[in-house]
């Protein structure tokens, strides 16, 4: 039995909102020496990509609307197989940058497909 593609979708803005938590007030540094909250994070956004490589497969046409999707997966399988390449400052820059955006849209997307 297929999930609903909302499940998939709600994974996102919770992912991400625990993100932004983990790293709350903490500046590149504190970040980077961090060898928990950089585990923690790095799973977030596994949680992120998957669930949209997911939704991709499932509903192609609502991923479609989540801007860089693809890009969102393709970062969540750098951070799985290329685990020993990760720039923790690409990582950061995107907590800081991308996922507000992502969480937002996620979001919104949420809220006009409305309950199950």
């Given amino acids: 039995m297929e999930r609903d593609p909302r499940a998939y979708l709600w994974e996102v803005p919770q992912a991400a909102e625990a993100i932004l938590t983990f790293t709350a007030g903490l500046d590149f540094a504190a970040y980077a020496q961090s060898e928990l909250v950089q585990s923690a994070v790095e799973r977030k956004f596994e949680i992120i990509g998957e669930a949209l490589g997911q939704l991709s497969k499932y509903a192609p046409d609502l991923a479609a609307r989540v801007t860089h999707s693809r890009?969102?997966?393709?970062?969540?399988?750098?951070?799985?197989?290329?685990?020993?390449?990760?720039?923790?400052?690409?990582?950061?820059?995107?907590?800081?940058?991308?996922?507000?955006?992502?969480?937002?849209?996620?979001?919104?997307?949420?809220?006009?497909?409305?309950?199950?």
């Fill in 71 to 116: 890009r969102v997966v393709d970062f969540r399988n750098q951070l799985i197989h290329g685990y020993h390449q990760v720039k923790h400052d690409i990582v950061r820059h995107t907590v800081q940058t991308e996922l507000p955006a992502l969480r937002a849209e996620a979001t919104l997307l949420l809220d006009e497909l409305g309950p199950a």
